[in-house]
């Protein structure tokens, strides 16, 4: 065991720190803040905008197939039996090569995910970023391919390739594809029940009466929304838990099988500086994201229900001008003094609160 350990070290001495596990950790947090910024936010989800996050989003998979591709033009004369040998030289450039593929893979269901949320927003800027980045990952790979044909079918290091990882990335796909499904069924099936159980026949008498009544309808009714969907987003991911636990009886081993397709294979540890100090920018950057949209929504909650009575004042001053003005003729009415009237409409029209005149007489009958 010893001895494994050692020749794992000695073998992946050339793997640089720019793969290490606070690296990648960094990069997943921030992938996950811009997710939820795009997803949950109210103005950014449907925002164009390109911002840091993003940036950093795309930098780190570009860079590792930019890597990639200088490490294939460096190392030219790699073998199949290169993998078995045991000169270090050619181990070692198999495992940083290794590295960056396994980057490059990941960023394929990312990808993919964070275009379809583009796309759904109708958000050019990062859809093209995106298909662009995601093309030369591919490319990069596809260059891999070509220029090592005999690596391909070798069982032993590099040990992920797109042909192999095929069915999971199609699985991880049409995973995504149906819980998006159910997430839209279960949130519009929740809006039309919640907008039918809220509809009541109650007819407000006043103008102000009529406001109050809607800006509270409204808020109650978005709150509900707001509270259905968090409750479906949390528990459709946790009722696919069980299932996946249930396919391996040992969680440890489990989590030992896939960690080599969650990150790359390095001999730095989460203790050593540079990686913790990355892991935590990236729990910064959540933190914050996380902080943004609870304060949006909090912010957005709480207003309407300050600025609730001088809108009704306002908006139904407006409302009985608007009614006795259309309606003058019909009724019978006639004005009393309407230059005077006139005036006072453009006070009201303006945004003044004062009380609106009682300046109409009922006409005398011939």
Request: proline share 5%; hydrophobic share 40%; aromatic share 10%.
């Given at each position: ?181 159910l997430v839209m069924s279960s949130t519009i099936a ?177």
């Open positions: 065991m010893a001895q494994n350990s050692a020749d794992d070290f000695d073998r992946l001495q050339l793997v640089s720190s720019f793969y290490g596990p606070g690296t990648t950790g960094c990069w997943y947090f921030t992938t996950l803040s811009c997710l939820l910024l795009w997803t949950l936010h109210p103005k950014r989800k449907n925002c164009d905008s390109i911002d840091t996050d993003f940036i950093a989003v795309l930098t780190y998979p570009v860079v590792a197939a930019g890597h990639l591709v200088v490490q294939l033009t460096t190392y030219t004369d790699l073998t199949a039996e290169m993998m078995t040998t045991k000169d270090p030289a050619p181990r070692q450039a198999i495992a940083s090569i290794e590295a960056a593929l396994t980057v490059n893979e990941i960023y394929y269901p990312i990808c993919l995910l964070l275009f379809c949320l583009a796309a759904r927003s109708r958000c050019t800027r990062r859809m093209c970023l995106l298909a662009c980045s995601g093309l030369f990952c591919f490319t990069a790979e596809g260059y891999m391919l070509t220029s090592a044909p005999k690596l391909r079918n070798t069982h032993g290091n590099p040990d992920r390739f797109f042909l192999a990882d095929a069915e999971c990335l199609f699985a991880s796909v049409f995973t995504l594809f149906v819980s998006a499904v929740a809006y039309y029940l919640a907008r039918t159980v809220q509809n009541r026949t109650r007819q407000p008498q006043t103008g102000k009466q009529a406001m109050l009544f809607i800006a509270r309808e409204t808020m109650r009714e978005t709150r509900s929304m707001h509270v259905v969907t968090f409750v479906t987003l949390v528990l459709l991911p946790s009722s696919l838990i069980p299932g996946l636990i249930s396919v391996s009886s040992d969680i440890l081993s489990l989590f030992l099988q896939t960690n080599v397709y969650l990150f790359p294979q390095t001999n730095l540890s989460i203790a050593e500086l540079d990686q913790a100090v990355a892991m935590f920018a990236g729990g910064t950057v959540l933190a914050f994201s996380v902080f943004n949209i609870t304060h949006t929504y909090h912010k957005h909650w709480r207003t309407p229900y300050q600025s609730a009575e001088p809108i009704s004042k306002l908006e139904s001053r407006r409302w009985i001008l608007e009614y006795q003005e259309n309606h003058i003729k019909e009724r019978g009415w006639e004005p009393q003094d309407l230059s005077n009237s006139v005036q006072k409409a453009k006070h009201i029209r303006e945004g003044d609160t004062m009380a609106f005149p009682h300046f109409m007489r009922r006409r005398a009958p011939a």
